[in-house]
């Protein structure tokens, strides 16, 4: 099981702990990148910091828009890497945001099942078979 973050959240929220990797044949990595699990976010966002310490150089691309909460869109920044979160891969093009920890959303969070235990403030991936 995974502890809630309540340290960076209020109320305390679910987190994971991606590692990004470079596809660009450098083979460069960051691990302990925090990002905030959310259920109601289409796309994984990553933090601009952690792509600028793996040395890439964010693209901007038309066909990245992002929408808000107030029904607008907007062009981002994208990058190429593969992001690892529990045991998955997924390699793909992912946003940026000038945040300090990214998003999971739905694009990776449904290749899983996960219980969010919110009384114990713990999730865990959950496995059959």
């Excluded at 502890?3 to 590692?19: C, E, I, R, W």
């Excluded at 890439?56 to 107030?70: G, I």
């Excluded at 981002?76 to 920890?101: K, M, N, T, W």
Aim: net charge negative; charged share 20%; aromatic share 8%.
């Amino acid at each position: 099981m995974t502890p809630y973050d309540a340290q960076h959240y209020q109320p305390p929220a679910p987190v994971a702990s991606l590692t990004l990797r470079t596809l660009d044949g450098r083979d460069q990595t960051i691990s302990n990148v925090l990002a905030l699990i959310d259920t109601g976010a289409d796309v994984t966002l990553l933090p601009r910091w952690a792509v600028e310490q793996l040395g890439l150089t964010p693209q901007a691309d038309a066909s990245v828009r992002l929408e808000w909460f107030d029904g607008s869109t907007r062009s981002a920044e994208s990058v190429e890497l593969e992001a690892s979160f529990h045991g998955g891969r997924f390699q793909g093009r992912y946003a940026l945001i000038d945040q300090p920890h990214g998003i999971v959303g739905r694009n990776l969070l449904n290749h899983f099942r996960l219980l969010f235990d919110g009384p114990a403030k713990t999730w865990q991936r959950v496995t059959t078979g």
